[in-house]
C-alpha cells in the first residue's frame, strides 16, 4: 500500500483507497481539517494543479470543523464566509406539528 492510499484510508476511511484517490478534492478537505502537515504535502505533492481555495469553495457540509473553516481562508487570504450546511427538503417556515395539521 502506498503512503497516499495509507492517509486515504485513515481520512476517508469509509470508501475504498484508490476510489478516494480518483477524487482527491473530497480527500485534501479531510487533509485540511483532519490530517497532518505530512498528510497534506504528500497530498500536495501528487495533486499539484488542485488548488485549496477551490476545495473550500466546494467542501461539503460537515467536513470542516469552525477552526479549520476559519484557519485555511485566513492561510489563503480570502473571507471567511459561513460554514457550508445541510439542508433537508424545503423550509415551509411552519412548526413540525402543522405537519400533521389538516
Not at 480570502?78 to 413540525?96: E, H, K, N, Y
Amino acid at each position: 500500500m502506498t503512503r497516499l492510499e495509507r492517509i486515504a484510508r485513515r481520512l476517508v476511511w469509509w470508501k475504498p483507497a484508490r476510489q478516494t484517490l480518483g477524487g482527491p478534492a473530497q480527500l485534501l478537505a479531510r487533509a485540511m481539517a483532519y490530517g497532518t502537515l505530512s498528510d497534506l504535502q504528500a497530498l500536495l505533492d501528487e495533486y499539484k494543479k488542485l488548488d485549496l481555495g477551490d476545495v473550500l469553495e466546494h467542501a461539503a457540509p460537515g467536513v470542516f470543523d469552525p477552526r479549520s473553516w476559519r484557519y485555511w481562508h485566513i492561510m489563503l487570504g480570502r473571507p471567511v464566509p459561513p460554514l457550508p450546511v445541510r439542508t433537508f427538503g424545503q423550509d415551509t417556515g411552519g412548526s413540525p406539528a402543522d405537519a400533521t395539521r389538516p
